[in-house]
């Protein structure tokens, strides 16, 4: 059975459209269940009617024409109560349904499965035969039920591919097609696709046309020549070395780039019109489908060979394809993973939405983003990615939707969103220069965390008290080898000088988990919970030495430099670092600067240092809370899968008894505590966090005013008063919702997100 299903989904996953899968599925599944029928009926969304899309056994012509309401006949009874139905007799089952135009009466025994895809249910599968005595046995059950849900996948997919060409499962026009992700970053974008990949990736590259053949076909020619080339050269240094069965390994890839063998097959897909990038793409997708597929091992694992070759030629064709990309005025960049390089390509006034298929709200892209101030949509796993290139967007970063091929009403719905937000940003101006103090004279420092220097541009214009996190791994993962301390040292310069005399806290390089360096790769299991932050600098003091030298020396004649320890799980490794810094310190000093020992500070960003807050606050000037792990190791949810995003929850009963813990530990002990996570960021968690005596919120500079906005406009009891109320509430759909209202009944509604999506009850108005 596993052979069939591998190959089966295999065929599938190489079918060119929605229709072809469809019709392999039920004839597959009709040959290896030896049954008289195998039917698949999808549920259009539009019309909510299970449509019969592909049949082996029925009617042909009924294929599109018939199709049950909702909770109609068995299907509609499969699919709502999402589980199998097998009947020896469908005909005396009370929900039977009889089409006459499907040749259906023959058939007695009903085995139906759902298709569901991310809790979705997307179709039914159904194998009916016509005696009565064979019920489908469990093991045919058992294995439909896999089949489905293998498939469910790749018929969202093809479904949404459909869609975004502007098809609907019956094949009418479909405009506003609407795609969820996660929300990224907050804001709405209205702007033309743009899909950008990774180098030499085939399974990225876009289908683009061209318009100049032979250019593409001159350019694939020279890929060619450079990769046998490349290849003539290694056989040749390694001809000594190997024997001569493994030399002709060589000969079989030179064999493959002959004349009449894979170029001969590109270069009819480009002269079809494909650029040479894509028509590589396709041709070395098949052979490696086709090489898979085979039963005999050794041939199957060609398929590793081809797919080496491609990535080869694909490598030298873009170098030759240099020509710089082209960004329309209004970008929306997609990609399937975007990365913070990708961001700094597009110029900043050209790029409006950010669309990514992997990563969640808290991947650190998206923290940048909202750094940025660029809507964006993460987590759309189900989304062709490459079909969106030149497309019309609408990027909602509110709620983590995107829409394909807008109508004129949703396009103005949205734009005048876009312009209510531009309206209140402004009106928030009038705040910059104004304390961050409530209406009872409580008082809370704003800060912001920074990356970039384009952050600190902002944040001065937005009224920022100083800087609560410099992430210095930024300016590490845009570099192609570790900075030298010259380098160093004038990044940080740049920030301190921008905020002095206000403080600067400067984290030490936290890299690992999601958060890789090109130049130093770090490969694990569990990447979140192995070698990362602290963990690595104090396995690398010379990387670790070297940065607090250049953070010392840049602070020379400002003292406003501030060291935090990101992912501290230990007493030790406070003490080790705290050893580190001090004897760079005296030999700073010694080397003639004249500088001040900086406050240093511990993150408490993993459950265990919540446990210890005392026993750190006594080593340390200040602790600062990293919510956005935090909440990610309280509740054991990856905050990078969109897959578990609707688990991660700042406001989480459980995560906010353990930031109340941390402030009463850390003032218990005298020492000062900041949060600088998402969580400080957004309205809401802000007057929580007030409430819970947080001394400083640091967060991004677009969210700054909002936030200052708020908590000018209400007392500290209030705040008190909402957070005794939530406390006792162990829901954290329920805590937000009550905040919300709260937010909402003070006069805050426009600092929240739009209600969940007003353009949806447009959609259904329509
Ligand atoms: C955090 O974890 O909350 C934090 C601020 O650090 P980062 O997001 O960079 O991991
Ligand atoms: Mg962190």
Same mark, same amino acid.
């Given at each position: 059975m596993l052979g069939i299903l591998r190959n089966l989904v295999q065929e599938v996953n190489s079918a060119r459209d929605l229709q072809e899968a469809l019709e392999i599925i039920v004839s597959r599944v009709q040959n290896a269940m030896e049954t008289e029928v195998?039917?698949?009926?999808?549920?259009?969304?539009?019309?909510?009617?299970?449509?019969?899309?592909?049949?082996?056994g029925l009617y042909r012509e009924a294929v599109g024409k018939v199709s049950l309401g909702h909770s109609e006949g068995l299907i509609g009874l499969v699919g709502s109560r999402e589980e199998p139905i097998n009947l020896e007799d469908a005909t005396s089952h009370p929900r039977y349904r009889y089409f006459p135009e499907t040749g259906e009466e023959r058939f007695r025994s009903f085995l139906g499965v759902p298709i569901i895809h991310h809790r979705r249910v997307l179709g039914v599968l159904v194998v009916q035969q016509r005696e009565s005595s064979r019920c489908f046995d469990e093991g045919e059950e058992a294995f439909l039920v896999t089949v489905s849900a293998q498939l469910a996948g790749v018929i969202a997919h093809s479904e949404a591919t459909g869609a975004i060409s502007g098809l609907s499962l019956t094949g009418e026009e479909a405009r506003d097609v609407s795609f969820s992700g996660v929300a990224g970053a907050p804001g709405v974008a209205i702007g033309q696709g743009v899909v950008v990949y990774p180098?030499?990736?085939?399974?990225?590259?876009?289908?683009?046309?061209?318009?100049?053949?032979?250019?593409?076909?001159?350019?694939?020619?020279?890929?060619?020549?450079?990769?046998?080339e490349d290849i003539e050269r290694v056989a040749r240094r390694l001809a000594s070395q190997l024997r001569p069965e493994e030399q002709a390994l060589f000969e079989v890839y030179l064999?493959?780039?002959?004349?009449?063998?894979?170029?001969?097959?590109?270069?009819?897909?480009?002269?079809?019109?494909?650029?040479?990038?894509?028509?590589?793409?396709?041709?070395?997708?098949?052979?490696?489908?086709?090489?898979?597929?085979?039963?005999?091992?050794?041939?199957?694992?060609?398929?590793?060979?081809?797919?080496?070759l491609g990535r080869r030629l694909l490598s030298h064709l873009q170098e030759g394809d240099q020509q710089e990309q082209d960004y329309p005025d209004r970008t929306v960049l997609v990609s399937e993973e975007l990365t913070p390089a990708m961001l700094g390509e597009v110029p900043r006034e050209q790029l409006v939405g950010l669309v990514s298929v992997r990563g969640s709200g808290n991947s650190h892209v998206a923290i940048l983003a909202r750094a940025m101030?660029?809507?964006?949509?993460?987590?759309?796993?189900?989304?062709?990615?490459?079909?969106?290139?030149?497309?019309?967007?609408?990027?909602?970063?509110?709620?983590?939707?995107?829409?394909?091929?807008?109508?004129?009403?949703? %396009?103005?719905?949205?734009?005048?969103?876009?312009?209510?937000?531009?309206?209140?940003? %402004?009106?928030?101006?009038?705040?910059?220069?104004?304390?961050?103090?409530?209406?009872?004279?409580?008082?809370?420092?704003?800060?912001?965390?920074?990356?970039?220097?384009?952050?600190?541009?902002?944040?001065?214009?937005?009224?920022?008290?100083?800087?609560?996190?410099?992430?210095?791994?930024?300016?590490? !993962?845009?570099?192609?080898?570790?900075?030298?301390e010259q380098e160093q040292r004038e990044y940080y310069r740049?920030?301190?000088?921008?905020?002095?005399?206000?403080?600067?806290? !400067?984290?030490?390089?936290?890299?690992?988990?999601?958060?890789?360096?090109?130049?130093?790769?770090?490969?694990?299991?569990?990447?979140?919970?192995?070698?990362?932050?602290?963990?690595?600098?104090?396995?690398?003091?010379?990387?670790?030495?070297?940065?607090?030298?250049?953070?010392?020396k840049a602070s020379e004649g400002l003292n406003n430099l501030q060291i935090m320890l990101p992912m501290v799980s230990n007493i030790s490794e406070v003490e080790e670092s705290l050893h580190l810094i001090y004897r760079v310190y005296h030999e700073v000093r010694e080397e003639g600067y004249d500088i001040h020992m900086p406050k240093v500070g511990v993150m408490v960003e993993v459950p265990a240092a919540v446990y210890q807050v005392r026993e750190l606050a006594d080593r340390v000037d200040f602790l600062s809370v990293g919510s956005n792990d935090l909440t990610q190791y309280l509740l054991a949810v990856d905050r990078n899968n969109p897959r578990v995003a609707q688990l991660y929850h700042s406001y989480h009963p459980a995560v906010l008894q353990a930031l109340v813990r941390i402030a009463h530990d850390a003032h218990a002990v005298g020492?000062?505590?900041?949060?600088?996570?998402?969580?400080?960021?957004?309205?809401?968690?802000?007057?929580?966090? !007030?409430? !819970?005596?947080?001394?400083?919120?640091?967060?991004?500079?677009?969210?700054?005013?909002?936030?200052?906005?708020?908590?000018?406009?209400?007392?500290?009891?209030?705040?008190?008063?909402?957070l005794e109320d939530v406390l006792l509430l162990d829901s954290p759909h329920v805590i937000k919702s009550c905040v919300d209202l709260s937010l909402r009944s003070a006069g805050f509604g426009r600092y929240l997100r739009p209600g969940r999506t007003s353009a949806s009850v447009l959609l259904e108005q329509s």
């Open positions: 195998c039917s698949v009926y999808l549920l259009d969304p539009s019309s909510n009617r299970y449509i019969l899309m592909a049949t082996e180098a030499a990736d085939l399974d990225v590259v876009p289908e683009k046309q061209t318009e100049d053949i032979d250019q593409e076909l001159q350019l694939f020619a020279g890929a060619v020549t450079a990769v046998r064999r493959m780039l002959g004349d009449n063998a894979l170029p001969a097959e590109v270069n009819n897909r480009i002269r079809e019109g494909l650029w040479a990038q894509g028509a590589l793409k396709q041709v070395v997708q098949q052979y490696v489908r086709h090489f898979e597929m085979m039963d005999d091992l050794y041939l199957r694992e060609r398929a590793v060979d081809i797919r080496d101030g660029v809507p964006t949509v993460m987590g759309l796993v189900d989304i062709p990615v490459n079909q969106l290139d030149g497309k019309e967007l609408i990027v909602d970063g509110f709620e983590g939707q995107i829409y394909a091929t807008p109508s004129t009403d949703l %396009r103005a719905f949205y734009q005048e969103i876009c312009d209510e937000e531009d309206e209140l940003v %402004r009106g928030l101006e009038v705040l910059r220069d104004k304390p961050c103090e409530t209406t009872d004279g409580h008082r809370v420092s704003l800060l912001v965390n920074t990356g970039l220097m384009t952050d600190v541009v902002r944040s001065l214009s937005h009224g920022a008290e100083g800087i609560g996190l410099y992430r210095t791994e930024v300016p590490f !993962m845009i570099k192609d080898r570790f900075p030298s740049e920030q301190l000088e921008a905020f002095a005399p206000n403080p600067v806290t !400067m984290r030490t390089l936290d890299v690992g988990g999601d958060k890789a360096l090109t130049y130093f790769p770090i490969q694990e299991e569990n990447p979140f919970l192995g070698w990362r932050g602290i963990r690595v600098t104090l396995d690398h003091p010379e990387i670790f030495l070297v940065q607090v030298r250049a953070m010392l020492k000062p505590v900041s949060i600088c996570g998402e969580l400080a960021g957004d309205p809401g968690g802000a007057v929580l966090l !007030m409430a !819970m005596g947080y001394d400083a919120l640091s967060m991004n500079a677009a969210s700054l005013p909002k936030v200052k906005s708020v908590l000018r406009s209400l007392s500290r009891e209030w705040a008190a008063q909402l």
